[in-house]
């Protein structure tokens, strides 16, 4: 499997971390499974958070390529 690095300035990585999970929704606290009217602190770290938005986005985009190549070919073939 490939690895994809991105290496941020150490300044920076907290600020970048909080724009995805402000942006993609992370919640610091989350409804406790067992008691419905309670809440609990969110088991996924920040940082795991991230991780799975920025795999998302790669996927959605590769997704959204195979679309428009899908498209591109409808089109060629009917012209």
Do not use: H, W
Request: charged fraction near 25%.
């Amino acid at each position: 499997m490939a690895t994809i690095t991105t290496t941020i300035p150490d300044n920076k990585a907290a600020l970048v971390r909080d724009a995805i999970c402000s942006l993609y929704g992370y919640q610091d606290t989350i409804q406790d499974p067992t008691d419905p009217e309670a809440t609990i602190a969110n088991p996924m770290t920040k940082n795991k958070f991230v991780d799975i938005q920025v795999k998302n986005f790669l996927s959605n985009v590769v997704k959204e390529y195979k679309n428009r190549q899908a498209i591109a070919a409808v089109v060629d073939e009917e012209l």
